[in-house]
């Protein structure tokens, strides 16, 4: 599977730190994987798939302060997600039965109970999974931490559902209506989640409301989207999903070439990740005094916005070179990883100079010093798409 367009090197300014667990995770959630019964038939995955995804390894770029069992706990609900994600590209889109599909997700809210009740007899693979990592949460997950989850699983759920629907009218959905459903399909707010429970940080809940906190989220959301549409075209093009990729509604949508749409989602994932420094550096510590926050709750808000530059990094890292999306990429932020090789290929059209970070860099510099050069955009409808992204945070 190959992007029938050059790929524009992908990452983030935020240094990629690599969790000292990956290994033991990679361990567990292969057993966890076969004991579920995920890899039965082959149908959906096999062992060579889950071997060449490593999605334990995206845990541990992406939760690189997780204890052990912690990073066990997170690579397995990451997993499990991404499963779910297949089984509906492979299964669920193509039956066009958005009833049966809707039964089966809403049925996982069940093997979540939050009340004490007990949880019904799983007969799936993916129910024996929800209900094991359900007990699993209960036992070491902060309860306002844990207490999210139901809900925002059936979000994604629902974001499953209307992709479902776009696919079986034939529609092209327009970009703002794409940006704020991506949010919820990509599990933004569930990673932010699970994020917290990796890195030991409960944001103050007297700030989550704030508006550079929900921000940041709408940021950490967009990045995320924005990076997969670019590294999962080739799979999505192969599931038949790609009314669903951003980069294909922006070239129906501007009426352009896909190298074109291309170089504006890059554009896009590179101007909201400057806003993303911008609010850290000069609007977050506004929110001491604002709130009249003590030093542990400052401190807490500090990590949480570290917690989400990690989670960024380490995503961009492990996508732009996992076996998930098998084509070349390349991601100069990951080069310094044990045990990676980031890829490369040519650029002759250029989508890619000028547009990548190269030095991985803190928070606390200045906007300016995270860019290798500005971002400064030829395209003026990626000015104005990125403006709607400003908007959207409001």
Avoid at 50 to 75: C, K, N, Q
Avoid at 240 to 261: R, S, V
Wanted: net charge negative; glycine share 8%; hydrophobic share 45%.
């Amino acid at each position: 599977m190959r992007a029938p367009f050059e790929l524009p090197e992908v990452g983030t300014p935020f240094p990629v730190r690599a969790n000292p667990h990956i290994e033991a995770a990679r361990r567990q959630l292969k057993d966890w994987v076969a004991a579920l019964g995920l890899l039965a038939d082959g149908s959906i995955w096999t062992e060579a798939d889950v071997d060449a995804a490593d999605y334990a390894r995206f845990a541990g770029l992406a939760h690189p302060d997780a204890g052990r069992s912690t990073l066990e706990l997170l690579a397995d609900w990451h997993t499990l997600l991404y499963y779910i994600d297949d089984l509906s590209a492979k299964v669920f889109k193509p039956s066009g039965n958005l009833a049966a599909v809707r039964l089966f997700l809403t049925r996982l809210a069940a093997f979540m109970p939050e009340d004490g009740r007990p949880a019904p007899t799983p007969t799936t693979s993916v129910e024996r999974g929800i209900l094991d990592l359900w007990n699993r949460s209960v036992l070491s997950m902060n309860p306002r931490l844990r207490g999210k989850l139901p809900g925002l699983v059936a979000e994604i759920g629902e974001s499953t559902l209307w992709e479902m629907a776009n696919l079986l009218q034939g529609r092209t959905a327009d970009p703002v209506d794409h940006l704020e459903m991506r949010r919820r399909s990509v599990g933004a707010d569930f990673s932010a989640t699970l994020a917290q429970h990796g890195a030991g940080v409960l944001l103050p809940p007297e700030v989550a409301d704030a508006r550079p906190i929900r921000a940041l989220l709408d940021i950490f959301a967009d990045v995320k989207g924005l990076s997969n549409d670019i590294v999962s075209y080739a799979k999505e093009a192969a599931d038949g999903e790609l009314l669903n990729n951003g980069i294909e509604i922006n070239a129906a949508f501007l009426d352009t070439d896909l190298p074109h749409a291309v170089a504006i989602h890059a554009d896009l994932m590179n101007s909201r990740l400057r806003q993303f420094t911008d609010i850290a550096t000069n609007d977050v510590p506004g929110l001491t005094a604002e709130f009249d926050l003590g030093p542990a709750a400052s401190a807490a808000v500090g990590r949480y916005v570290g917690m989400l530059s990690d989670w960024l990094a380490g995503y961009v890292a492990w996508a732009g070179d996992s076996g998930r999306y098998p084509q070349a990429v390349a991601v100069p932020s990951a080069t310094d990883l044990p045990g990676t090789a980031p890829k490369h290929v040519p650029d002759p059209a250029g989508l890619a100079s000028g547009r990548s970070f190269r030095g991985p860099t803190g928070l606390g510099t200045s906007a300016a010093a995270l860019f290798t050069s500005a971002v400064t955009s030829p395209h003026p409808v990626a000015r104005s798409l990125v403006g709607i992204g400003v908007l959207i945070d409001d």
